[in-house]
């Protein structure tokens, strides 16, 4: 059911408009503009995913820019932060680059009596970066698990090491891959983790970083450095590894690879609100929840890097906060 939902609204993307380069695309012009309203003021707590940082600051930037008297703050240490700060009530806004866990959704219906709503924002590809002088082809998920894990369930026929292993040759062909990942707070990292390798587990020697840009700026630095982030943190000093699943037919992460689904690692981001059911939201949290999901909050995804979402799922996402 997951696969089919997401075939459905990668092909419901297709119909934006995408250009033919990058990561430009326009927001679907179905998607209506944020509407002002009066009586809108206070404090809104956002804690949650780091990936979705950039995206909570710019949408409260945004936000504020119409209510002057908001306070909108953020904390974005990783998606596991987001679920107890809602059931403890420390923020009435959680990001997450991941969908919450059976055990977190129970945790919070067990406070509250009815789970917590799940709101999709926006489209994510997570990239394998390698530093911009690093002349490899591709990877498979066999070799990226034999990279990053010390349990290999990808079952490739050995650990790799060096970069030689992966084909490089020359100065690059005994020089160690030195990595570079998230810690376990992360929703990236869980992400990762379930689809790249297999739900294997993390070599010892990957070196965790408390951020997205963090990993990135890792790599710069690292020219034999190899890490995994959200393909919003890219920058001049990285490439982005093509990837497959299986064989050597590998995919960039780009745009057009992401919508007819051959990259294989996309993910929707999140937020999570606490609404009762047949109550309404506070009006601070439900304006700033339309704003997201409106013309101009989905222009702010754009900016930001990743995918808007096409106006059919906005239309879904919009009619859970009625």
Known sequence: MKRLLLAVILFSLVLVGISSTGWAVEVDSDIKPYAKVSGVSGNLNSIGSDTVNNLMTFWAEGFNRLYPSVKVQIEGKGSSTAPPALILGTAQIGPMSRAMKPTEVDNFERRYGYKPTQIRTSLDALAVYVNKDNPIKGLNFAQVDAIFSKTRKGRYREDITTWGKVGLVGEWGNRPVSLYGRNSASGTYGYFKKKALFKGDYKNTVKEQPGSASVVQGVTEDRFGIG??????????????????????????????????????ARFLYVYVNKKPGKPLDPLILEFVKYILSKEGQEVVIKDGYIPLPASVIDEELGKIK
């Open 228 to 265: 995994y982030s959200g393909i919003g943190y890219k920058t001049s000093g990285v490439r982005t590894v093509p990837l497959v699943k299986k064989g050597n037919s590998y995919k960039e992460a780009v745009i057009e690879n992401v919508l007819d689904g051959s990259y294989p690692l």
